[in-house]
């Protein structure tokens, strides 16, 4: 295994799907459900059985719209007002409507949610105004429950296949994508009349401080390709300046989680175990908070379960080290904190693109289209904002339905052979080195300079350095990195990935001169939130003469209204007087 | 620049006495998701090749003889 052959094959497929973690198997199960005799290809970097984000499991669906709780239209406001107005509703109202279907069918995979005495769903309330969170009680059986549906729907996966770029034909429309084996270096052609991506965030963008590599918030196999490819193919990225910044325990970099917590009575608490903010839901401007907390002298900041009793306490700390990020029983116990009994230190992440818990993403409408024909996106890496896993998994079905319909009604799209040729040289141009410099070395240093540079505050200045800095790395990577073996390559395109989307993210932050989303944009040359010139979303795609460039696109007229004295709701974060 | 071989502690450990790997076992290998276990080429068991952990746990969680444990990496614990 790892050492490089030489090898190109070739497939064909209606529709592609890359990325096999939460979106990606569902959009490719909605396709081949709706049209059994067409060929769908699943294409996974890592193994579909345990890959992204939800590899051991999840807690709990973030964001459930259910009946008798709320409705699809206070959903679709308090989206709105959390993501600071920038919201094409459409897209968000589409989700509320479909994804208590979608609840529905996962139960029908076997996949539990909790109810109360009564046989109702038990929503808990997390979020500043409605009621969306609710639990899952078998929560680390997802993934082997969607596993079975996929083998049942006899969808063709190809596991260990990472893809590098999309292939477009000569009208613009998306003709397929170029995949390398991970543990061979062997190159995979696939023609496809349509492509979903779903790789997921861009999560190895900053570097956490504990400064280990894969010690990320994400799951590090997403390392961003999904981004560049988009952007490499001509598709637009929005909002990518809102990063992704959320509150962690400190070190182990998971989730503290406040959404679990938060309905048993803990809170996010300064040193002297008080609260300080209103409401536990991750947004910009209860980061904003959590920063000034953090710069106070009241920090650092705590998870806060220590005044609950005893057992509801271990209870909480039971359901925290099983299912997500088991491994943090591990972690706290080899540092003897237990829940009952002291405050667990958290701090901030590194940064990242995900519209999952953000809002920055490939572009997409309601049908998960993207701005290149016959090309979706779903999950984290498109654009509807503060979507989580039902969010991933609805709108991973919306794009697998409307795919399916759409290869029905064209061919194959003509394309240029040495486009393909093109790639496989600049996949392979680190394997003819003899020495130089390793991908990993690269990434540190990139990641280290998006920290240094680019985490918020945002300073016009230090972002211009960064920008002068990524360039000289990116004479590196393109002329001096060198990789022995497969595995290896691996990361050298990931690292490429990585570097794009560093680009990218300087480059959108300097084009918004405002600040928004709290501590997500908040660029200290421009404090304040400017609604009359930016009150819209930034567009950033491929100019056509190879450079960098953003546009800026309007908000589409809201489906439900948001009034003024509501607008602000999400900035009304700091307890200020005792209650 | 030519390389060096820099030492590196992995977190994750393989008790051989319990891997069958030397009966065809890939299990933790096949489901890693950052693709960092093998199986050694000199011992026939599993091991940590790739210091790139997400101390994620699937390789511990579905070995099927408990061979393996997930430590914390060392930079972070
Ligand atoms: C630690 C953690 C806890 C969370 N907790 C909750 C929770 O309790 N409730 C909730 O609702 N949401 C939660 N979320 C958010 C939710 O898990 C995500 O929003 C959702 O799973 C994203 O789905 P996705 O399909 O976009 O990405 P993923 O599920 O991460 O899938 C992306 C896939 O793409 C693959 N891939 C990447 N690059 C390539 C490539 N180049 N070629 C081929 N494949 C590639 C990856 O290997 C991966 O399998 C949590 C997230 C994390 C990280
Ligand atoms: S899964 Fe367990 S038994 Fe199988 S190869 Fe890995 S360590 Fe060995
Ligand atoms: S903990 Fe996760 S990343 Fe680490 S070796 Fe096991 S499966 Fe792989």
Redesign the pocket.
């Known amino acids: 295994m790892d050492e490089i052959k030489a090898g190109l094959s070739e497939i064909d497929c209606d529709v592609l799907v ?7 198997p569902m959009a490719a199960y909605k396709a081949k459900m709706k049209n059994p005799d067409a060929k769908v290809v699943l ?4 193994n579909v059985k345990r ?4 590899s051991m499991g ?6 459930a719209v259910i009946p008798g709780h709320s409705t699809p239209e206070q959903y679709t406001k308090e989206i709105t007002i959390a993501n600071d107005g920038i919201v094409d509703q459409a897209a968000v109202l589409k989700y509320a409507q479909n994804c208590f279907e979608i609840i529905q069918e996962l139960d029908k995979f076997g996949i539990r949610f909790q109810k109360d005495e009564n046989g109702d769903y038990d929503v808990k309330k997390v979020h500043h105004m409605g009621t969306y969170v609710l639990p899952m009680p078998n929560g680390e059986t997802v993934k082997k429950a969607l596993y079975r549906q996929l083998r049942r729907a006899r969808i063709l996966i190809s596991n260990r ?3 590098t770029r999309l292939i477009t034909g000569k009208s613009g429309r998306i003709a397929g994508a170029v995949a390398v084996n991970t543990r061979s270096g062997e190159f995979l052609v696939v023609r496809a009349k349509t492509v979903i991506m ?3 965030a861009a999560g190895r963008l900053g570097l956490p401080t504990s400064g280990y590599l894969f010690g990320t ?3 590090p ?3 961003g ?2 981004y560049a490819m988009a952007y490499h193919a001509g598709a637009k990225l929005a909002n990518l300046e809102c990063f992704q910044i959320n509150p962690l325990i400190k070190d182990y970099n ?2 503290a989680c406040a ?1 679990v917590a938060g309905p048993f009575g803990g809170y996010t608490a300064n040193a002297k175990g008080e609260r300080f903010i209103e409401c536990d839901y991750w947004s910009g401007q209860m980061m904003q908070e959590f920063y000034k907390e953090l710069q106070s002298g009241n920090g650092p900041v705590f998870l806060r379960l220590n005044h609950l009793h005893k057992e509801t306490a271990e209870h909480i700390e039971q359901i925290l080290h099983t299912v ?2 088991p491994s943090r029983g591990r972690f706290h116990e080899a540092r003897g904190t237990h829940y009952a009994e002291t405050m667990i230190e958290m701090h901030i992440s590194e940064i990242g693109f995900c519209s ?1 818990h953000s809002a920055s993403g490939v572009f997409v409408d309601e049908f998960a289209r993207t701005t290149v024909p016959g090309l979706y996106a779903a ?3 498109a654009s509807v904002p503060h ?4 969010g ?1 998994f609805t709108n991973g079905a919306i794009a697998g339905e409307h795919a399916i319909d759409f290869a029905a009604e064209v061919d194959f799209e003509e394309f240029d052979r040495t486009d393909v040729a093109r790639e496989q040289e600049r996949v392979l141009a680190p394997t003819r080195r003899e020495d130089g410099i390793p991908p990993n070395q690269i990434e540190y240093k990139v990641r280290r300079l998006v920290n240094d540079y680019l985490q918020p505050p945002k300073v016009t200045r230090k972002y211009e350095l960064a920008q002068a800095r990524f360039a000289e790395v990116r004479e590196d990577l393109e002329n001096a990195m060198v990789v022995r073996d497969s595995h290896e390559l691996m990361r050298a395109m990931e690292v490429a990935s990585i570097l794009d989307c560093a680009d990218m993210a300087a480059c959108a932050s300097l084009y918004r001169t405002e600040s928004r989303w709290g501590l997500y944009h908040w660029r200290t040359d421009f404090p304040e939130r400017n609604d009359a010139d930016w009150k819209c979303h930034v567009l950033l795609s491929k100019q056509a003469d190879g450079s960098m460039g953003c546009e800026k696109r309007a908000v589409q007229p809201y489906i439900v209204p948001i009034s003024d004295d509501e607008k602000d709701a999400y900035y009304k974060q700091r307890i200020t007087a005792e209650a | 620049m030519p390389l060096a071989n820099t030492s590196t502690a992995v977190p994750v450990v393989v008790d051989e006495g319990k891997c069958i790997a030397d009966k065809g076992c890939t299990v933790c290998v096949d489901v890693c ?1 950052l693709d960092v276990l093998r199986i050694s080429e000199l011992t026939g068991k599993a091991y940590m090749k790739f210091d790139e952990c997400w101390y994620c746990m699937p390789c511990e969680a579905d070995c099927p003889t408990g061979a393996v444990t997930v430590n914390i990496p060392y930079l972070l614990k």
Not at chain 1, 18 to 24: D, F, K, R
Not at chain 1, 43 to 46: M, S
Not at chain 1, 51 to 54: D, L
Request: no cysteine; aromatic share 8%; charged share 15%.
């Open positions: 890359i990325g096999g973690g939460t979106a990606g294409l996974e970097k890592a890959s992204g984000a939800i999840m807690d709990g669906l973030n964001n296949f990472m893809a779903s790789m997921g918030y994400e799951n196999a997403n390392s390709e999904g998971g989730p959404y997500e990020r999952g999950g984290d890496m979507n989580y896993m039902l991933a | 998701p």
